[in-house]
């Protein structure tokens, strides 16, 4: 019997848990606000947040602009121009900071044989560049995006994006 009750007991744990962790990311923003929201602003312009916590603000832009194609979609048109696009952490905007670094150094390579060692010095010069937009602690992430949907041809800019490809890629891994 006891042995039985612990068997309960961990299995009504275990499936507790399952629930709460299979709680997808990407949902309706209810109650904590957490996940999507589209707000329609014209006959073609939508504004759509995507509000997460954690560290990932490319996972909240993903997601915001995934439900930009879904309204897309759903509204019956082909394609979005993003007109706007903003990211807020902890409820400041955050602007990408970019890092460009010119270094000059020198690699020193010993070599030895059976008798004596030889060393030389190489000048080595690298030049990184990097961009940080926040975030290493679990935080509110909100993306905004404005967007105006269209039909037909999608014009030949950086910020349209064909609904169908951006849903195809950017939609959650089911299961």
């Known amino acids: 019997m006891m042995k039985t009750l612990k068997l309960l007991t961990f299995s009504l744990i275990t499936l507790t848990l399952a629930a709460c962790s299979s709680q997808p990311d990407y949902r309706a923003a209810e109650g904590s606000g957490y996940g999507y929201n589209a707000t329609q602003l014209t006959d073609t312009q939508y504004r759509v947040t995507f509000k997460a916590r954690g560290s990932d603000a490319d996972k909240a832009m993903d997601y915001a602009l995934l439900r930009a194609a879904e309204v897309t979609l759903q509204n019956?048109?082909?394609?979005?121009?993003?007109t706007h696009r903003e990211t807020l952490v902890d409820n400041q905007r955050v602007e990408p900071s970019s890092a460009l670094?010119?270094?000059d150094s020198r690699d020193v390579v010993t070599r030895c044989g059976l008798v004596s060692c030889?060393?030389?010095?190489?000048p080595r010069s690298s030049f990184s560049a990097g961009v940080h937009i926040g975030g290493d602690k679990?935080?509110?992430?909100k993306s905004i995006l404005e967007i105006?949907?269209?039909k037909g041809v999608r014009p030949d800019t950086d910020a349209s994006f064909d609904a169908l490809e951006v849903r195809q890629h950017l939609s959650p891994e089911e299961g």
């Open 148 to 150: 105006k949907l269209g």
């Open 101 to 103: 670094r010119y270094n």
């Open 118 to 122: 030889t060393t030389t010095s190489y």
């Open 76 to 82: 019956g048109y082909d394609w979005f121009i993003v």
């Open 138 to 141: 679990s935080q509110d992430i």
